[in-house]
């Protein structure tokens, strides 16, 4: 059962919500309490909502809960801002034969709200950000 | 004071299924489901998405046009008739993630194919009454025809969103009216996957005699006719209806087209007409008046006349257009096959 903790992440599944330190103005995600300059000011800041693939993987066994969105495909983003953030990239053809025909390094892609994953079958569908092609 | 929509979007999935691949399925004529319907294509929801993550899209979309800051909302209303919970609602998770919690009034509205006009109807009433600034209303659904069922043409996935306000007006209400009856003409019971029709019935004293009930009573309110209206959009279970509908009460089919987003959408049920107005909205010119009216079983159509202001042209831009999604490059075709799976209309049992 791990509700407590999908409802504690709320705001960065949901809003993306990071924060900025107001000494050297480094960005965290999920946020911090002090940061790497030793400044404990920060300030809220929302990530960009668009980036581009720096590098991604191709998960064929998934745990059972991704197993019918088998294959998973995972991609480091680099947002505008230059934030990287992990997210599974949706709205992937059904049938790939060559991922790297599909996703090019560097692509451009858009942040987007969808279903993670569902907790069992009568559990709470969890919620949060991936990344699709623009 | 004038109140309308200050911020509009519509979100359409990418996935598709062709009418053909559905009627090599069940052996039926795919010329007859084109033509007889005018149903060529409709949308698929992905596998992550649902009425939940669609109505956020189509949100998302309202806020970059109307660009208000979200907390001044003071409701959401999302109508549905594919709620992902049983119990839950799913406008809790929209306002969360659009960042509009905790001072917001949200509801979940039901009412067959016409509860986004619904939820519009509410969002529109609150803002007229002075009780809030800005408030939403989103109609959206993945909706669900039994295998091999006629329904299964058109049950489609899509939503849109309005947001209702007094300032920065793209399309002013000038007038609204809801006719409704106890009509049963499709239902679905508790715990059933797919919902029930009673065939033939649904036509006569269903969809026309309320649409075109709710058509009549608010053109009288607006002493208006058929032709003080650039464009017209009715609930569009398939293709065929609304043109028929429109024809009766004497409107042209050029007043139609642009709203007639079923022949390659489907029917996303309490998305139906709102993507339609959505649609007209990306296209329409200042001054244009706009009439809509919505269907749902049970049965009752809200009907709202829009007038078009100028800042149309400063806002339809700041998101994408409803057509654009519809005919979008980035299309995506589904065998029956994959299609079953997405839609879960095989039993899956991923912990086996
Ligand atoms: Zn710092």
């Known amino acids: 059962m791990l509700t407590p903790r999908v409802y504690t992440e709320i705001p960065q599944r949901y809003r993306l919500e990071a924060n900025k330190c107001k000494a050297c103005g480094k960005v965290f995600f999920p946020p911090r309490l002090v940061c790497t300059c030793g400044s404990q000011d920060f300030e809220p800041y929302r990530l960009p909502t668009r980036g581009k693939i720096v590098t991604y993987t191709v998960v064929r066994t998934p745990g059972f809960v991704f197993k019918l969105q088998k294959p998973i495909v995972l991609a480091i983003v680099e947002l505008e801002d230059g934030t990287r953030i992990m997210a599974q990239v949706t709205d992937l053809p059904p049938v790939v034969e060559d991922y790297s025909e599909i996703i090019k390094i560097g692509a451009e892609v858009e942040l987007v709200f969808r279903k993670i994953f569902s907790e069992q079958e009568a559990g709470i569908h969890v919620y949060g950000y991936k990344c699709r092609l623009i | ?352």
């Open chain 2, 1 to 352: 004071m004038k109140v309308g929509i200050v911020g509009y979007g519509a979100y359409i999935p990418r996935y598709r299924i062709k009418a053909e691949e559905i009627a090599k399925q069940w052996g039926d004529d795919p010329e007859a489901i084109k033509n007889g319907l005018d149903l060529y294509e409709k949308s698929v929801p992905g596998m992550d998405e649902d009425t939940i993550t669609i109505s956020y899209m189509a949100a998302k979309y309202a806020l970059q046009r109307a660009g208000i800051d979200p907390k001044e909302i003071g409701a959401l209303y999302i109508g549905s008739e594919s709620h992902p919970y049983a119990v839950k609602p799913s406008g809790t998770v929209v306002a969360e993630a659009l960042g509009i919690t905790p001072d917001v009034h949200v509801a979940d509205f039901e009412f067959a194919c016409k509860a986004g006009s619904e939820a519009m109807f509410v969002a529109y009433s609150h803002v007229k009454a002075g009780n809030m600034k800005y408030a939403m209303g989103i109609g959206a659904d993945t909706s669900q025809g039994a295998p091999g069922d006629a329904l299964e043409y058109s049950a489609a996935a899509g939503g849109a969103a309005f947001i209702f306000g007094t300032e920065n007006i793209v399309a002013e209400v000038e007038y609204t009216y809801s006719f409704t009856t106890d009509t049963p003409d499709f239902w679905r019971r508790e715990h059933e996957f797919y919902p029930q029709h009673a065939g033939r019935f649904t036509g006569e004293p269903a969809y026309f005699k309320h649409v075109l009930s709710c058509a009549r009573e608010l053109m009288k309110m607006a002493g208006a006719t058929p032709q003080d209206f650039a464009y017209a959009v009715f609930h569009m279970p398939n293709g065929k209806f609304p043109v028929r509908a429109g024809s009766i009460l004497g409107f042209k089919k050029e007043q139609l087209l642009t709203g007639l987003v079923v022949p390659w959408m489907g029917n996303t049920y309490s998305g139906s007409s709102p993507t339609g107005l959505t649609a007209i909205l990306d296209e329409a010119k200042p001054g244009d008046r706009i009439l809509m009216v919505s269907f749902g079983s049970g049965a009752g159509s809200d009907g709202f006349i829009f007038r078009v202001t100028d800042r149309i042209l400063e806002v339809r831009d700041k998101a994408p257009k409803t057509w654009e999604q519809i005919k979008s490059d980035k299309r995506m075709y589904l065998d029956y096959g994959l299609y079953a799976k997405f839609r879960g209309k095989i039993i899956l049992r991923p912990e086996l």
